[in-house]
C-alpha cells in the first residue's frame, strides 16, 4: 500500500494531535473487532483461529509430547514450547518467518512456568508443546515491518488458553502410600508415564478459576504480545497498516498473568514503499514513551485477557460441532 | 489393525459405516468474502479443508500471461499440524515432490473444467489450505476447489466431485475411506464431472486387480454423484440467502 504524500500527512497530523483521531475512529487503546474460535481441530490438545476483518487469519493448533529432560542438562538451553510458522509466500529462513520464531520463543520459553509442564510425580519427564501458526494474509501488505503481531498473539493465546493435557493415571494408586518414598522414586525411574485414554478426563493446562475476573491477576495465563505504534508523543494499541505507515517507531511490549514482562522491544513499523532505506525517518523513544506504553498496555490488557477467555469458556459448549464456520 | 476390523462380517465398517456410505459432508462457501474472490471450506468427516480462489486478476509476471486464455495457479498448503498423528513440529517441505505432483495434477483437472478462454491475459489463483487430514485428503481438494471455484462466479462446464474408493480382501468395494482404513486397503481417488460419468481424473497409488475396477468405478461414479448433490444444495441455499439478504439491503 501506497500512501500519497497528502494523505500521509493528513493522518499523521490528525494521529499527533493532542487528542488524536484515528481514521477508523478508534480510541487510543480499542482494538479492532475480531472473530474466534478455539478447540476446533480433533486431533490436537489445543487450537484457535483468529480472523481480523480486514481478511487476515491466524490458525493456531497446540500438540503436546512427553520428552525426558535429565536434571543435569536442564538449562536455558532446553525448549519447552517450541513455535513453527506457516506463512504462505514465505519461505521458512526468510526474515519475516525466522524473526518472528525468535521472538515467540524467547518470549514463550522466558515466561512460561515449566513446573505446569511437569508430570506429576516424575523427575525428568516434561510435556513439551509444539505450537504450530499458520498465518494467512490475503495482501501482499505484509513484509519484514508489517507483522499483525498482536493477530498472531491473540491466537496463540486462544490456543493454550484451550490447550487440555492428558491425564496420567500411573500415579494415582501410590500417591496414597507415601511411605516407601525411595522405593517408590526408584521405580518412577524406569516406569513409562500412562495417560487415560478418557478425553474427558484432561486438565486445562491454564486452569480457569469459576470466577474468572479481571481482578483476579494471580491467575496463570498464557503471555500476550502488544505491539504499539508511536506516533509524535501518541501510542496506539493495535496499529491499522496506514496507521504503521505514519508511525515514528513501534514498541512490542509483552504481557503476562497482570504484569509486563521482559523483553520489552523496539520496532520499525514504518518502511514506506515510497522512500528507500538511506532516507528514513525513524525518531527513537524517549522515556515518556516508554511509561506510556506500559500504563497503556496495563490498562488494556486485563480485558483483552478477560475477552478471549470469554471465547474459550463458550467455545466449550459447541465443542463437538469441530467446525470453525 | 488387522483386517478383520476394517470391514466386520455384519458388513460394518471401523466408525459404524456400511460399504457404500460416505462420512457426513458440510461444505460452506463464501467463508472468506474479504479476502479473496471465491471461497469454500469443506468437511467430510474429520478430514477440513479450506480453499481461497483470487482472480482472474493481472498476472503479477509477464511468464504466467497467455494471449488467449486464463493461467492456472493451484497452490497446496499442507501445514505439519494437519497431519493425523502429528507429534512434533515435522515440517512437510512446501516444494516436496508429492506436492508439486499434486499440484500440477489439480491445474489439469481444473485446467480442462474452467472455461479458461472466457478469461485472456489473466491468472486464476487458487490457494487451498489442508487444516486436518483424516483420509480421502486429494478428493476433498478437489471438492473444496470446485466450490470455491462456483463462488467467485469463474465460468466453468459443471461441477466436478471426487470421491476415493477402496477394496477389502480383493472383493468388497469400500467407499470414501478414512485414515486408518487408507492405510491397510488400496484405494484410488475419482473426479466425475457434473452427473455425467466422465472420468476427468483418476489416482491409483497401490495395486487393484484388475476384475475388481469396474465394480468400484461403479461404486465411486455414485457416491460422486451423491457429493455433487450435496455440493449443489449448499450452493443453491446460500445463493437464496445472498439474494434474500441483497434484498432486503435495496429495500432498506
Request: hydrophobic share 35%; with cysteine; charged share 20%.
Amino acid at each position: 500500500m501506497i500512501l500519497s504524500p497528502a494523505e500521509r500527512s493528513y493522518l499523521r497530523d490528525s494521529l499527533s494531535l493532542e487528542t488524536p483521531i484515528r481514521p477508523d475512529s478508534r480510541l487510543v487503546g480499542q482494538f479492532r473487532p475480531i472473530e474466534a474460535v478455539c478447540n476446533f481441530l480433533p486431533n490436537f490438545n489445543g487450537s484457535s483461529r483468529v480472523r481480523l476483518s480486514d481478511g487476515n487469519e491466524c490458525i493456531t493448533s497446540v500438540k503436546s509430547s512427553v520428552v525426558i529432560i535429565s536434571s543435569s542438562s536442564r538449562d536455558d538451553s532446553v525448549n519447552l514450547i517450541d513455535f513453527l510458522f506457516n506463512i504462505p509466500g514465505y519461505r521458512d529462513d526468510s526474515n519475516l518467518v525466522s524473526n518472528l520464531t525468535l521472538t515467540f520463543n524467547k518470549i514463550f520459553n522466558n515466561n512460561f512456568d515449566y513446573s505446569s509442564l511437569k508430570l506429576k510425580n516424575f523427575k525428568n519427564h516434561f510435556f513439551k508443546l509444539s505450537i504450530d501458526i499458520l498465518f494467512i494474509s490475503n495482501s501482499s501488505d505484509i513484509n519484514d515491518n508489517y507483522v499483525p503481531l498482536t493477530l498472531i498473539s491473540f491466537s496463540s493465546y486462544l490456543a493454550l488458553r484451550s490447550t487440555r493435557l492428558p491425564l496420567l493415571i500411573n500415579d494415582l494408586e501410590k500417591d496414597e502410600e507415601d511411605l516407601n518414598i525411595d522405593k517408590i522414586k526408584t521405580q518412577k525411574e524406569v516406569e513409562l508415564p500412562m495417560f487415560s485414554d478418557d478425553w474427558s478426563d484432561s486438565t486445562y493446562l491454564f486452569p480457569t478459576s469459576p470466577s474468572s475476573s479481571t481482578a483476579n491477576a494471580n491467575q496463570r495465563t498464557p503471555p500476550l504480545i502488544f505491539i504499539l505504534a508511536v506516533i509524535d508523543d501518541n501510542l496506539f494499541v493495535d496499529p491499522t497498516i496506514e496507521e504503521q505507515y505514519v508511525s515514528d517507531n513501534g514498541l512490542i511490549v509483552p504481557w503476562c498473568s497482570g504484569n509486563i514482562i521482559n523483553p520489552i522491544e523496539s520496532t520499525k513499523l514504518s518502511r514506506d514503499p515510497n522512500s528507500d532505506s538511506t532516507s528514513s525517518s525513524t525518531v527513537g523513544l524517549n522515556y515518556n514513551h516508554l511509561t506510556k506504553g506500559i500504563s497503556l498496555v496495563k490498562e488494556v490488557a486485563a480485558k483483552v485477557a478477560s475477552a478471549l477467555d470469554n471465547v474459550v469458556n463458550t467455545s466449550d459448549e459447541n465443542e463437538f460441532l469441530n467446525s470453525i464456520f | 489393525m488387522s483386517r478383520q476390523e476394517i470391514y466386520s462380517p455384519e458388513g460394518l465398517r471401523v466408525d459404524g459405516r456400511r460399504w457404500n456410505e460416505i462420512r457426513r459432508l458440510s461444505c460452506k462457501i463464501n467463508t472468506h468474502p474479504i479476502s479473496c474472490d471465491g471461497s469454500s471450506y469443506l468437511q467430510i468427516g474429520n478430514t477440513k479443508v479450506m480453499t481461497m480462489v483470487h482472480g482472474p486478476i493481472e498476472p503479477k509476471n509477464k511468464s504466467s500471461l497467455l494471449q488467449d486464455r486464463a493461467y492456472l495457479t493451484v497452490n497446496l498448503n499442507i501445514p505439519s499440524f494437519s497431519f493425523f498423528n502429528a507429534t512434533t513440529n515435522k515440517k512437510l517441505s512446501k516444494n516436496s515432490k508429492k506436492i508439486l505432483e499434486l499440484q500440477v495434477s489439480l491445474v489439469n483437472i481444473f485446467q480442462d473444467l474452467i472455461i479458461l478462454k472466457n478469461y485472456p491475459r489473466t491468472q486464476i489463483i487458487i490457494n487451498t489450505i489442508v487444516l486436518n487430514q483424516d483420509g480421502s485428503l486429494i478428493s476433498s481438494i478437489i471438492n473444496s476447489i470446485s466450490l470455491a471455484l462456483i463462488d467467485s462466479g469463474i465460468s466453468m462446464y459443471d461441477y466436478i466431485s471426487s470421491v476415493n474408493c477402496g477394496l477389502f480382501n480383493s472383493k468388497f468395494p469400500i467407499l470414501d475411506l478414512n485414515y486408518l482404513e487408507e492405510l491397510d486397503l488400496p484405494f484410488l481417488t475419482i473426479a466425475i464431472i457434473g452427473k455425467s460419468e466422465n472420468v476427468s481424473f483418476l489416482l491409483l497409488e497401490n495395486n487393484l486387480p484388475l476384475d475388481a475396477l469396474e465394480k468400484i468405478l461403479a461404486i465411486s461414479i455414485s457416491g460422486s454423484h451423491r457429493i455433487k448433490d450435496l455440493m449443489d444444495n449448499q450452493v443453491k441455499k446460500s445463493s437464496k440467502l445472498r439474494i434474500k439478504s441483497i434484498n432486503e439491503q435495496s429495500i432498506n
